[in-house]
């Protein structure tokens, strides 16, 4: 369950980054977050790592936290589905902008 968490919150971060391009590359939409308008200053390669490198880090880094012996308690599913909520949510925001263009 967890590793399906963890690819859907990637998928999803990459559906964000590919709709997110679409949009400031046809000059339909702006960044909102400051430090991404900030990381899509940079070449498509550099943009591409920072925002696939990191989400699969972070991924990555919450499975091995769930097997360390002293964070069985805290609920990793929960946090896993709370971060695939937030960027379907992201996600279906700059779907609703695709749709009224």
Known sequence: MKLKLAIACVLLNILDIGLTLYFVG??????????????????LPVVLAYKIFLPVSFMATILWLNHQ??????????ILVLLVVAES??????????IVV
């Open 89 to 98: 949510g992201i996600c279906l925001f700059n779907l609703t902008g695709l």
């Open 26 to 43: 046809h000059a339909i939409g702006t960044e909102l977050n400051p430090i991404m308008a900030h990381v899509l200053t940079y070449p």
């Open 69 to 78: 012996p002293t964070l069985q308690r805290v609920n990793w599913n929960l």
